[in-house]
């Protein structure tokens, strides 16, 4: 079973996406963190939940947390990429989705985040 880190700068939105759309697959190990923690947005949450996945007890995490030894998979949401360690994105796989922070933006640019986020974590999940 694959295990992925999603990172975002603050995971408090695109990662926590990515995180709970993974999770509702069970396809791999999956965890969410940020180059710094932060919060969960509670718009997050609600337009999750417009799709039917829970993310309400998911928490923000500092990537220092983690060893990217436990990872095989490293997904960067937000462009951060460059700024992680060496040792994360040297994993087996490393990506760099590059989607836009919907904060402070209209609920519709959240879900439109989201619709994008779900599209590539199936097919990620779904790759061998």
Do not use: H
Request: aromatic content about 8%; glycine content about 6%.
């Amino acid at each position: 079973m694959k295990r992925v880190m999603f990172v975002c700068k603050k995971n408090s939105r695109r990662s926590q996406m990515a995180e709970g759309f993974a999770k509702m697959m069970g396809k791999a190990i999956v965890t969410s963190a940020g180059l710094e923690a932060s919060y969960l947005d509670p718009i997050v949450v609600q337009v999750m939940s417009e799709v039917g996945v829970d993310v309400s007890q998911q928490t923000s995490n500092a990537l220092s947390e983690f060893d990217p030894e436990n990872f095989d998979v490293v997904i960067s949401l937000c462009g951060c990429g460059v700024d992680l360690p060496k040792e994360w994105i040297s994993r087996d796989r490393f990506e760099d989705w590059q989607l836009d922070d919907p904060e402070g933006e209209s609920i519709d640019i959240f879900r439109r985040v989201r619709d994008q986020i779900k599209e590539r974590v199936i097919t990620l999940l779904n790759q061998r």
